[in-house]
């Protein structure tokens, strides 16, 4: 049997095993978003916090054309207008992603001559496109960014995927899919410490060395071309797009958006800033305790990352003293990772947040864990909001709910980072979004699950426009001490397969774990997450860059083995 090795319809195959070829959710007003409100469209009786810190009781909010018109407790509603009472909704104002991978595929890595030389290779074949768009690679109808969506994101920019500098990225809105969503184009150039495998830059170092090597280039191009516009007696520049495309860095019109991974990565980026002098926006920060004196003299700005770490200092009372101590320093590095957020706020500095390599449903429960680490609730909004406005030059039409701004708002059932919040309306650029809800079981009825026993064998469904599949998790053991495998159907055609279920957690009736799924000699990683509900899970299957998909559960009934005494 011959066996598809191609990794673009390997994922679409795997996408169609696991029933996703079409996102049903159930029970959703309008989950599509497709009624723009352009008639007046009034939210009334409401609490509204228009920006962090500053919060009305009682408020009315009205909205037309994707455009705020009136916000207070005196709005005067017009004829024909929809109304929805919001007596027990809280409004804020909807989230802003400084840095975004949603709906951004790869471009495909040129094709290499037969001559090909790996030490000195062409800009394309080192990854070195800043001409290049990130809209050109950009797919808004992408199951991810209705995932983000929902999670709050209304606005983004969005980073192109590539080599060390892969291009220019864009601010989009996550309204409509009939609309362009485009608010601004290149508005940053995008940087890695990525060189391209097996060429010339291939280490970090080497990729230092040739973003020197280009931005010198590029300012001996710039300076030649000014003085050729304003002189004569000189000879023509010869135009090359890859220097030309840093004019606007050199002018320091757009920043460079360097993507960074550890403490070491962010030193480097403030090196080239400080040799260089572009402004700099350092992403997906997750070590800055010993930079706060470097960054601030950079004057770089900085978009955290709301990816955290796993929890992976489990006590063992069993282990070697040696075990221990190495124990203790990882959870000494993990409590520090929390409070990255809270450091930067000690310190002034006027951070975002990025969700580049995080997920959309950990959004909100990631918020929290910073909060409980020091982060002020009124800083945490910031940085999802006014803070990356003003980093992205947005600030006049987004960040706060005020008239005038664009119409974007989160909707919840109770305030924000309080436990009980659910997303109830997503506003996005006029556009109304609507959400299912689920009302909160209380603790006598939570002592009715199983007392938290979720071991057993677990029937699990999913319905497409092409059918109803699925298949059996087997879970065993309790508490910390979960295993279990899952079956699927096989990707080769051979019926099912099985896989074994990877990070099972299941606390306060929230059940999560991942598997692999093997496909033409490839792992693809599914997260699934949910909650269970006695013998009901009700969740989603995750899968990477095509977004979350629902997934039902039933726990079948233990057949037990009793004794009958007969008598006369």
């Known amino acids: 049997m011959k066996i598809c090795t191609n990794p673009k319809l390997l994922s679409s195959l795997i996408v169609a095993v696991f029933f996703i070829l079409s996102l049903k959710t159930h029970a959703q007003s309008d989950p599509s978003g497709s009624r723009r409100v352009t008639s007046s469209y009034a939210i009334t009786n409401a609490t509204i916090t228009t920006s962090p810190g500053q919060t009305v009781q009682g408020a009315t909010i009205l909205f037309k054309d994707g455009l705020i018109t009136a ?24 989230f802003i992603d400084g840095a975004s991978s949603a709906g951004v595929s790869r471009p495909a890595d040129p094709e290499r001559p037969a001559n ?28 991810a960014i209705g995932d983000w969506r929902k999670a709050g994101i209304t606005i983004a920019q969005i980073i192109p995927d590539g080599g060390m500098l892969p291009g220019k990225a864009s601010i989009i809105t996550f309204g409509s899919t009939s609309s362009t969503n485009i608010l601004a184009e290149n508005t940053a150039l995008a940087a890695k410490f990525r060189g391209s495998r097996g060429v010339y830059p291939g280490t970090p170092l080497g990729v230092m060395a040739k973003f020197r090597d280009v931005y ?12 050729f516009s ?16 840093l004019f606007p ?30 402004k700099l926006v350092l992403s997906g920060v997750t070590e800055v305790e010993h930079l706060i004196s470097e960054i601030k003299e950079a004057k770089a700005v900085i978009l955290l990352s709301l990816a955290l770490p796993e929890d992976k200092t489990k006590a063992n009372e069993d282990a070697t003293e040696e075990y221990k101590a190495r124990t203790a320093r990882v959870k000494e590095a993990y409590e520090q990772a929390l409070k990255q957020a809270a450091i930067l706020e000690k310190e002034g500095i006027k951070f975002g947040f990025s969700t580049a390599g995080s997920k959309s449903g950990d959004l909100m429960k990631n918020l929290q864990i910073m909060i409980e680490n020091g982060l002020t609730e009124k800083t945490a909004l910031a940085a999802l909001s006014i803070h990356n406005a003003e980093n992205l030059g947005i600030q006049k039409y987004a960040g706060t709910l005020e008239k005038g701004k664009l119409a974007n708002m989160v909707i919840t059932t109770a305030p924000l980072f ?19 809800t689920k009302s909160k079981k209380i603790s006598s009825e939570k002592s009715n699950s199983s007392n938290g026993d979720i071991a057993g064998e677990w029937e699990y469904t999913s319905d497409t426009p092409a059918g109803s599949s699925g298949g059996l ?7 910390s001490n979960l295993k279990g495998s899952i079956t699927y159907d096989d990707p080769a055609g051979n019926g099912t397969a099985q896989a074994d279920m990877k990070d099972i957690k299941f606390q306060d009736d929230n059940l999560s774990f991942s598997f692999d799924v093997s496909a033409g000699g490839m792992d693809i990683k599914v997260n699934v997450s949910g909650e269970i509900d006695g013998s009901q899970f009700s969740g989603q299957i995750s899968l990477g860059e095509f977004g979350s ?18 008598s006369k």
């Open 71 to 94: 916000i207070g407790t005196n709005v005067t509603i017009p004829k024909g207008t929809d109304v929805l009472k919001g007596d027990s909704l809280f409004i804020y104002p909807g």
């Open 116 to 143: 090909f030389d790996s030490s000195n290779p062409s800009d394309e074949q080192a990854g070195i496109t800043p001409w290049r768009s990130v809209l050109d690679h950009h797919d808004a109808q992408q199951n």
């Open 216 to 227: 010198k280039n590029a300012e001996l191009s710039y300076t030649h071309t000014k003085l």
């Open 230 to 245: 304003n002189n004569n007696g000189l000879n023509r520049p010869e135009i090359n797009k890859t220097y030309q495309a």
């Open 249 to 278: 860095v050199l002018d320091k019109n757009i920043p460079v958006i360097f993507e960074v991974s550890n403490d070491l990565e962010i030193r480097r980026a403030l090196r080239l800033q400080k040799e260089l002098g572009f």
């Open 418 to 436: 309080s436990k009980d919040a659910q997303v109830k309306h997503i506003i996005a650029d006029g556009y109304v979004f609507d959400y299912e």
């Open 473 to 479: 998790m087997k879970i065993e053991g309790s508490g």
């Open 549 to 566: 998909f629902p997934m039902n559960a039933s726990r079948k009934p233990t057949t037990r083995t009793t004794s009958k005494s007969l």
